[in-house]
């Protein structure tokens, strides 16, 4: 059994066997699909820094800080690839995965299934990927180069349905897993106590350097598997007051009003509550438009826009340069969300609101050509335009705050999916209104380190 990192270490890294850790570092560019590799699968770099940029107030138009936690530097590009390898460690500790004789099946639309090709080729497994045909040709390209098969599904984002058919499908193969991001819970632990942790840490960092008061305002994070919003139920645990606010695109309001429809806002917005969503503990659901996300990243793509960021705004040229690689679609969508938080919530000078950037431009060079083919090259004065009318701008609507009606109205959403199609009991679903469900989940973090130590302790070896 090849595996990888403890949840202990993939949040402090220094824990790391030094012999390990190094020989990781040196294959990270050099022999990226070594599988020395998995100890790379962390929020922080070489010296223990986290990966994160602190966003200008030239840009965001707001006085509270809005920190940005970016995914690119993760094996695959995305911090997508933790959630793939803490479910797939977790099903091969507890005896459900042989990489032997099983084949992994990944649903996914798109930086899930890019982690699931890369992590199971890593651990010796084959592996398809299941996903919508209607998805960046980058992400198609990405999964071939690792390895694995692709199933195209029908539809773009917002056709899960489509994937869990043909999930059911491939199921009767007895040889075949299926390793759901959208129910098993190794995706909610893997953020709940690696990034939130990291989070929580970063704070205190932060705040050493004169950024914020050490405590997170709010944590804003776009729903797809709704794997990375569990960090928010480690913040809150530490302060009470704490936000947690997911965001949907406008053109598929599932949350916020029952709705359905395709978007562009790749990552998100899947059409129904997944399993893992601890939609009882969230403070508010915000509606984001697919088309001013990709306005948004249109003026970190171009030239001309990075160049009215310098010129115009008297942004840092080094830091416009460095923003200009790491965000995607969804990222964008997750800044205007932390935006339209702080307008939402009143959070000014001194609070410190944390969203992630999930993957980077380099997933999305084909949309970009395809914005320029439909609403033209940015001049200098249409980047200008996408600042202030689109990230100055953000509004206040499309807000429903989490009352108590509505955090239990989106529990019951989660029936249709989860009862009626997916196999779930009805005790199953009512068990999750007790937060001892979650935090029994959050306490096996400590049950999958010690397994995974003693196998270490085992094999007498580290790797």
Known sequence: MITGPLFEEMLHPQKIAPHIRQKALAAKYANPLDPINLFNI?????????????????????????????GKEFPSGSHKVGAAYSVLLEKELFGEVDPATHTLVWPSTGNYGIGGAWVGGRMGCKSIVVLPEGMSRERFERIESYGATVNKTVGSESNVKEIYDET???????????????????????????????????????????????????????????GTIAAGDRLKQVWSDHKIVGLEPIQCPTLFNNGYGSHDIQGIGDKHVTWIHNVLNMDAIMCIDDIESKKGLQLFAEETGRATLVKRYGIDAALVEKLGSLFGISSICNILGAIKTAKTFGYGKGD???????????????????????????????????????????????????????RQRWHNLKYYTWVEQQGKTVQELDAQRDPAWWESHQAMVQEIDARLTALRVQEGSFA
């Not at 959208?182 to 632990?189: A, D, Q, S």
């Not at 990291?198 to 932060?206: D, G």
């Open 352 to 406: 410190l609101i944390v969203t992630i950037a999930t993957d980077a431009l380099d997933r999305y060079h084909s949309v970009m050509a395809d914005m320029a083919a439909t609403y033209g090259k940015l001049d200098e004065a249409a980047a200008v335009g996408r600042v202030e009318g689109i990230y100055h701008a953000m509004r206040t609507d499309w807000v429903q705050l989490g009352t108590p009606e509505a």
């Open 42 to 70: 962390t929020w922080r770099d070489e010296h223990n820094d986290v990966y994160h940029v602190v966003l200008p107030k030239e840009l965001t138009g707001i006085d509270a800080e809005i920190v940005v936690l970016y």
């Open 168 to 226: 059911h499908r491939l199921r009767r193969d007895p040889n075949v897993r299926i390793l759901n991001q959208f129910e098993v819970m190794g995706n909610y632990r893997f953020h709940y106590h690696v990034t939130g942790n990291t989070i929580l840490e970063l704070a205190a960092e932060l705040q050493q350097k004169g950024i914020g008061r050490g405590k997170v305002s709010a944590f804003v994070s776009a729903m797809g598997s709704a």
